[in-house]
């Protein structure tokens, strides 16, 4: 089932959200210098901080038995994408809806929830009139790339973000 996410569920959703990103995540030991250390650690501190985004946010989870398996934090059109970073770029336009921090706990995947997921973000973007949908994702992030791609998403490379050196995120659009 997909739905809001319920308030007594939010830590719940966060573990889940870890789970899905630690993966991607550099080890405790990885060489890193302190500023990309500093970089990851805020950026792990958002994937987990889902109450923060809930003034301006719709939270959405997929649930099985009462279990939440996968949640994304969904940007209605006007109400602003915002990311833990300092490095200047360019927002997408205010007109866009947008969704970002889309998981899947680990033992749930290969289930199609992520796709589902990004369905509903569709689903409401155009509920809410939004003429294009944007995203953005780890470089790194391969399996949510090429979903995307197969999913009509074309890149957005105007609205990339350069957070860390050697770090890329990869911004996508779908026209609605």
């Known amino acids: 089932m997909i739905r809001e996410a319920r308030a007594g569920e939010f830590d719940e959703v966060a573990a889940v959200l870890q789970a899905a990103y630690e ?3 550099p080890s405790a030991d990885a060489p890193l210098s302190d500023r990309e250390r500093a970089g990851w650690a805020g950026y ?4 987990i901080d889902v109450r923060s985004r809930l003034d301006h946010t719709e939270l959405i989870v997929a649930e099985e038995d009462g279990r939440v398996l996968g949640a994304v934090t969904f940007y209605p059109p006007h109400s602003g994408v915002h990311y ?13 809806a947008a969704f970002r921090l889309l998981g899947v706990h680990p033992d749930a995947r290969g289930r199609g929830l992520g796709r589902k997921l990004t369905e509903e973000c569709l689903r409401r973007a155009a509920e809410h009139g939004a003429p294009v949908v944007g995203l953005h994702t780890l470089s790194r992030m391969e399996t949510a790339g090429k979903m ?6 074309v890149r957005a490379p105007e609205w990339d973000i350069h957070p860390l050196p050697n770090l890329r995120v990869e911004a996508y659009r779908l026209d609605l």
């Open 23 to 25: 993966e991607h995540m």
């Open 44 to 47: 792990g501190a958002d994937i």
């Open 84 to 96: 833990p970073t300092e490095v200047d770029h360019q927002d997408f336009p205010p007109e866009w």
């Open 148 to 153: 995307y791609v197969r999913m009509g998403w």
